[in-house]
């Protein structure tokens, strides 16, 4: 494979000990970097404003007396800071990122133009509703393309993240049960939720946090809902069951029919946890499977960004039986406008009131409906067959020097292998994650879905070239071949070659230090 070269094992041993440390602790032009208060921004300013001529104040006793206390940089010295702590981290501008369950490796840099159309980025929510009719006109055309998409006739679109749209889901489930007198404060309530054990974790706290009670479904041994299980829990006091499809496993639930026909039989809803849409999305619709709640993570499936937590959105679709129950606001077409419903009056009487303030992130809806209008119907169909195949491939190619979690049959998105091949080796798969880095590549999502051993969950996604999938199972494969061969070295203390080293994620998550102090009898601090 002389095209792998780049990826390839090194003939001898690539371990930064065996090199001379640089003398100033940079690396190969990438400089090291300090903490933003530890450099020499005390006591300047990155501008020169003219002394304001007002003399005296407003603000009486409240003026500061004292420094504030933060650095002062010059943009350069600003810019360059955050440019090279940027280069510290992985981004998915710079190669694949496999994690699974998160889909979207990729956010085109046409959504980014759409969204800072002055006509959706600089509006307000408080402006009046005439001078807005374009930014209406998109959230109505998103909804459209949402409930088309799925088969569903409403969608909420102000949750802002996946999660959140399960919370919206729920509640709207629970409105529903307690307008037909068998909610959670009834004489009999309906107050259990069913969860597969595979589920995400979202899942059972959602459920939990609205008040429900968490009963577990059992999965069988080729990682699908136990329908014998389920059946078995299903009665009169089961508001809804949460399920995942394709599942937490990769896999699509083969019963799904099966699954939502028992659960309207026993007067309960299907909520189902939309985060793999991308797998299906234009070949499937959810509607169709009986589903009566879905959340769509526009960030998982339609390429908003991930945004380490930042503004997200999390649109929720609903069934004919609970669309009464969606939460304001939503736009209405009136033939002559657009008109966003969002007073109490104007609500459905049993909607359960509001999720959240105004309506939802704007720059969110405005990147998701650029991506399906770039690829049109058929472009997303093909997307999901994509993603399809790439995980495939990769299951298929690695399947020999890996343990697959469920060997038989093809994959959906994500191809899922256990720690089963690394018995006998002393290396785990946090090693084994921790020496891709060493390798060029952004670990797996490890140690998820929970049942199964060790996990390593692979998502490429459709983004990813023959050529780039050809590359990661290269690396993959090579290190596979040095677990085997008892390298353990390699495993155990990587990655060497990251600005930071192996970290103790325990102490981090027990003892997180999440503020600066300044060093006893130092004088940082700027006027
Ligand atoms: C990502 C994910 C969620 C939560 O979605 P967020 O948008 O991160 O809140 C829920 N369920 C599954 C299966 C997921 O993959």
């Known amino acids: ?55 005296g104040s407003d603000l009486g006793d409240l003026v500061r007396r004292d420094p504030i206390g933060l650095p002062g940089l010059s943009e350069p010295e600003t810019m360059r800071h955050y440019v090279r702590l940027s280069q510290k981290n992985h981004a998915i501008d710079l190669a694949i990122y496999p994690l699974g369950s998160c889909t979207m490796k990729h956010n085109p840099r046409l959504n980014e133009k759409m969204a800072r159309l002055p006509g959706f980025s600089d509006i307000h929510p408080l402006q009046p509703q005439s001078t807005v009719q374009g930014a209406l006109q998109l959230m109505d055309s998103l909804s459209h393309w949402l409930t088309t998409l799925t088969g569903m006739p409403a969608v909420a679109l102000s949750p ?73 829990k299903l009665g009169d006091d089961v508001a809804a069951i949460m399920v995942t499809n394709p599942n937490t496993c990769g896999l699509f639930e083969r019963d799904i029919l099966e699954i939502s026909r028992l659960t309207h039989e026993a007067g309960a809803y299907f909520y189902c946890d939309g ?19 879905m959340h769509i993570n526009l960030h998982k499936t339609f390429s908003t960004p991930h945004g380490g937590g930042g503004p997200g959105a999390g649109p929720v679709v609903l069934s004919e039986a609970l669309a009464p129950f969606a939460p304001a606001p939503w736009v209405v077409n009136t033939g002559d406008g657009f008109q966003l419903v969002e007073r109490e009056e104007d609500e459905a009487e049993q909607a359960f009131g509001r999720l959240c303030a105004f309506q939802g992130q704007m720059g969110m809806y405005v990147r998701a409906l650029s991506y399906m209008m770039s690829h049109g119907a058929d ?65 797996m999502t490890m140690y998820f879905p929970l049942v199964v051993h060790g996990a390593m969950l692979i998502e490429p ?12 199972i290269h690396a993959m494969r090579a290190l596979a071949e040095a677990a085997k061969a008892g390298d353990v070295d390699r495993f155990k203390g990587a990655p060497f070659h990251a600005p930071m080293k192996r970290l103790d994620e325990t102490r981090a998550a027990r003892q997180p230090v999440l503020r600066w102090t300044a060093p006893d009898g130092s004088n940082m601090a700027a006027e």
């Open 1 to 55: 494979m002389s095209t792998m070269n780049t990826v390839g094992r090194p003939t001898t041993p690539n371990r930064v000990e065996s090199k001379p440390a640089t003398l100033t602790g940079g690396r190969g032009l990438l400089q090291n970097e300090a903490l933003i208060f530890e450099g020499d921004g005390w006591g300047k300013t990155g501008v020169d404003l003219p002394q304001p001529a007002t003399d």
């Open 275 to 293: 985060a793999n849409f991308n797998a299906i999305v234009g070949r499937v619709r959810p509607g169709d499977l009986g589903v009566d709640a």
């Open 160 to 232: 802002k993240a996946g999660a959140h749209g399960e919370l919206c889901g729920l509640m709207a489930i629970r409105a529903a049960h307690r307008a037909a007198g068998n909610g959670l404060r009834s004489d009999t309530p309906r107050n259990k939720v069913l969860v597969p054990t595979s589920a995400h974790g979202t899942n059972p706290a959602t459920a939990a946090f609205v008040g429900y009670t968490v009963v577990e479904i059992a999965q069988t041994d080729d990682g699908r809902v136990d329908l014998a299980d389920l059946e078995a």
């Open 461 to 472: 996604t459709e983004t990813e070239s023959k050529a780039e999938l050809d590359r990661f």
């Open 379 to 443: 472009g997303l169909r093909q997307v999901a067959e994509d993603a399809v195949l790439n995980a495939n491939y990769i299951k298929a190619r690695l399947s020999d020097v890996m343990s697959a979690a469920f060997p038989e049959g093809p994959c959906m998105h994500e191809a899922l292998f256990d720690d089963e091949w690394l018995k006998g080796t002393d290396i785990t798969t946090l090693d084994f994650a921790k020496a891709m880095i060493d390798e060029g590549f952004h670990p």
